[in-house]
């Protein structure tokens, strides 16, 4: 069993940051790799940034050099820092994993936390 729970979201300006934390929860379990999606209304969930266990990290093109993704295995937390944020960043952000158990493979996923960027 792994449970995982988002913080860190609210409102912000155009060009204000914001920063998400994950905290990860459960027992004999291990972690392939874990990451935030987002929900915009009325959209399709779409990856946003993953990170491996070996601290490898994946960007969607529309967050690159903005959104940077970070990994403490140590205090089992991974962390969404978001800078320059605009309207279009506006949706639920979900954080998920590909957790092993056993033989049992599944994906996990946090309840997800509100960010809002408007005037």
């Known amino acids: 069993q792994v449970q995982l729970v988002e913080s860190g979201g609210g409102l912000v300006q155009p060009g204000g940051s914001l920063r998400l934390s994950c905290a990860v929860s459960g027992r004999d379990f291990s972690i392939n ?26 960007y969607a093109d529309s967050v690159k050099g903005r959104f940077t993704i970070s990994r403490d ?3 089992s937390t991974v962390v969404l820092q978001m800078n320059t944020l605009a309207p279009e960043d506006t949706a639920v952000y979900y954080c998920g994993a590909r957790v092993r158990s056993g033989v049992t493979i599944y994906d996990a996923w946090g309840q997800g936390t509100q960010v809002t960027v408007s005037s």
């Open 33 to 58: 790799a874990i990451g935030w999606y987002r929900r915009a209304p009325g959209k399709e969930r779409e990856l946003v940034a993953t990170i491996t266990t070996g601290g490898g990290a994946t």
């Open 73 to 75: 295995n140590a205090k």
